[in-house]
């Protein structure tokens, strides 16, 4: 077999078994072997390889897109401490088989695509005309109204464990050796804190926190956000600056010797399209642009020397992770360790499948009890336990 991933020939007969012996080079190391399981896997790799250059389907396009993590996905289906569960509905969702309305219409087995969740969470509210949502992979995975409160709880559960890994492995020192990068909001791998723009400010040095009574704090940071508004004709109402306050970013990095804040913010989102991510990192920039404009703004007028910037972390659904951005992400933010970053990496692609295949279990759940026990978030002892303690996919131990 012969390609750009290597070159294998029957060079000679091994004696006295008389077995072929190969020759074969990836990666520019030069390796031979006679004929046994570990050739046998690299030959049906080449195979598949070959095979996935002649496919154009969905699927296909889905597992040659470069840089999106896909050797993590091999690692995963040949674990054979996952649940055999677990691991088919990841295949289901990779090919497009899983048995959702899309699917099942398609399969002539359902006349409407229509999501049979969000009718019966509306049905049972008394809800008029419920929305015309179709329900597939990505809508029950990222949209469905019925799972918000479970999605909430993923979320939160990944961001944690990665959040507190980069606080962990954050060794980077700085001219006075002493850790660069300070993470306040990362509490545990099971817990974090939100900042509001008050108390980041504050720790900023860039907005004095008034003594309760007679709502001055706000009162003093409304007057602040307008003045940043007018200055940049900007405009604005009394709800915009309601919600330009009530922004939390879900982490910050803060390096105090260079005065640098870095608003950090994590989004699982559906890896259909080729573009997913870039579009999920415009979305994000766009609603935290704004309240970097005005703390950057008041560090200038107050003349502080300050300056925020945002990070964002995105995994697919299905497993898809940028995987120079994330570790380049990863080292900016001081993880020097390049087998830690791996690590990291490894643990975020592991735990967002893990989430993932937790929401389809809700939601065939939800289909066939009430929905108002969707509405609870996922029990903590599932969301909050982080992959090296507690891995989600193992079976259950044999008494």
């Not at 677990?86 to 006349?111: D, E, T």
């Not at 997913?276 to 415009?282: F, G, S």
Request: charged content about 30%.
């Amino acid at each position: 077999i012969q390609d750009r991933y290597s070159e294998m020939d029957v060079c000679r007969w091994s004696l006295p078994t008389n077995k072929p012996i190969f020759y074969w080079t990836d990666k520019d190391t030069t390796h031979r072997s006679p004929m046994n399981p570990t050739v046998k896997k690299r030959i049906d790799l080449q195979v598949s390889l070959q095979q996935l250059k002649i496919q154009t389907g969905s699927t296909a396009n889905f597992l040659i897109r470069e840089d999106n993590s896909r050797d993590l996905l091999g690692k995963f289906h040949k674990d054979r401490s996952v649940w055999i569960r677990a691991r088919r509905r990841v295949l289901q969702c990779l090919s497009y088989q899983f048995p959702c309305a899309l699917q099942l219409k398609q399969w002539g087995i359902l006349k409407d695509l229509k999501c049979r969740l969000c009718e019966k969470y509306y049905r049972e509210r008394n809800i008029p005309e419920p929305p015309d949502s179709v329900e597939s992979v990505g809508h029950i995975q990222c949209y469905c109204p019925a799972l918000q409160l479970p999605r909430i709880a993923i979320h939160h559960g990944i961001w944690r464990e990665l959040m507190f890994s980069i606080r962990k492995s954050s060794t980077e020192l700085n001219d006075a050796s002493e850790t660069r990068w300070h993470f306040p909001s990362a509490l545990s791998p099971e817990a974090h804190a939100e900042w509001g723009l008050y108390k980041i400010l504050e720790y900023m040095g860039l907005h004095e926190i008034l003594p309760p009574g007679m709502g001055k704090n706000r009162a003093k940071l409304r007057k602040d956000i307008e003045e940043y508004h007018i200055a940049y004709a900007i405009d604005f109402d009394d709800s915009i600056i309601d919600t330009f306050i009530a922004r939390r970013p879900d982490g910050l990095a803060f390096d105090k010797e260079k005065q640098l804040c870095v608003l950090l913010e994590y989004t699982r989102a559906m890896d259909t399209v080729e573009d997913w991510a870039e579009r999920k990192e415009q979305e994000k920039n766009e609603r935290y642009g704004p309240l970097l404009g005005f703390i950057n703004h008041l560090s200038h007028r107050e003349k502080s020397g300050w300056k925020a910037s945002q990070t964002n972390f995105t995994t697919g659904v299905r497993g898809s992770l940028h995987t120079n951005q994330f570790l380049t992400r990863l080292e900016s933010l001081g993880v020097k360790n390049s087998n830690t970053r791996e690590a990291i990496r490894n643990r975020t692609v592991q735990k967002t499948l893990s989430m993932s295949d937790m929401i389809l279990k809700f939601f065939f759940i939800a289909l066939n009890s009430k929905t108002d026990w969707t509405l609870q978030n996922l029990p903590t002892e599932i969301v909050n336990k982080n992959m090296e303690r507690f891995n989600l996919h193992l079976h259950p131990p044999r008494k």
